[in-house]
């Protein structure tokens, strides 16, 4: 015998506020793993990156939870219009911070070769791009809190300056790898880490792009061209 509607709303109205609430925590964690990572280059910290590298796993069982949680949600609530969506938006967001976390792992283990005895001009810009993400991240969350589309659409707006800041730095590490082939490894370390960063406001994109569908029910992932 199905329980009467208003005990399956109540039921429903808990787990949703379960779901943002473990989907919050996550963020949070992400964001303290891209900060770390920033930090623990700028100090040529290997204690704190290999830390990073060994905190990844607080991400992956936070996604795990939050998976279940939805197809608990979907399979016995069975949510509709808003909630569903809620629902929808909740298992895209979490792969993107998943990946978010994974990349501030890959960021973190670059830091051994990112040595302050070799000075790059593009590894001195880098902290300087990683607080723009970091921004982006930390507004991207607001959003979310707040369902917020206005919010959601100026993190969408800020990422092709992201884009264009990892081509021109990419674009000077190259050059001075030309100039001095005995800063290589740093070089390639560099590149990568700006790439990194770079996917970071991509996830970041993605995660305002299924805020506003969550809040307007309207798909902005791929627009029609005009």
Not at 61 to 89: H, K, M, N, T
Not at 106 to 121: I, N, T, W
Request: glycine share 4%.
């Amino acid at each position: 015998m199905r329980p009467p509607k208003s005990h399956i709303s109540a039921e429903l109205e808990q787990d949703l506020t379960f779901l943002k609430a473990r989907i919050l925590e996550m963020a949070g964690l992400v964001d303290a793993h891209v900060a770390g990572a920033v930090a623990a280059m700028v100090s040529g910290d290997l204690v704190r990156a290999r830390g990073l590298v060994l905190a990844d796993r607080q991400v992956n069982q936070a996604e795990l939870l939050i998976d279940e949680r939805c197809i608990r949600i979907l399979a016995l609530r069975q949510p509709a219009a808003s909630d569903l969506r809620f629902v929808a938006a909740a298992l895209k967001i979490v792969t993107d911070l998943e990946r978010i976390g994974d990349l501030a792992v890959k960021m973190a283990e670059q830091v051994p070769f990112l040595s302050p005895a070799v000075p790059l001009g593009a590894s001195q810009a880098l902290p300087g791009m990683a607080a723009q993400v970091e921004g982006m991240l930390r507004d991207v969350l607001t959003a979310f809190v707040d369902v917020d589309p206005k919010r959601a659409e100026e993190v969408i707006a800020a990422d092709p300056q992201i884009d264009a800041l990892a081509a021109r730095l990419i674009e000077q590490v190259e050059g001075e790898i030309t100039r001095n082939p005995t800063v290589v490894r740093a070089g390639v370390a560099t590149i990568f880490f700006v790439t990194h960063i770079e996917r970071i406001a991509d996830h970041a994109t993605n995660v305002a792009e299924m805020i506003i569908f969550l809040a307007r029910g309207q798909d902005v992932r791929h627009p029609h061209p005009t």
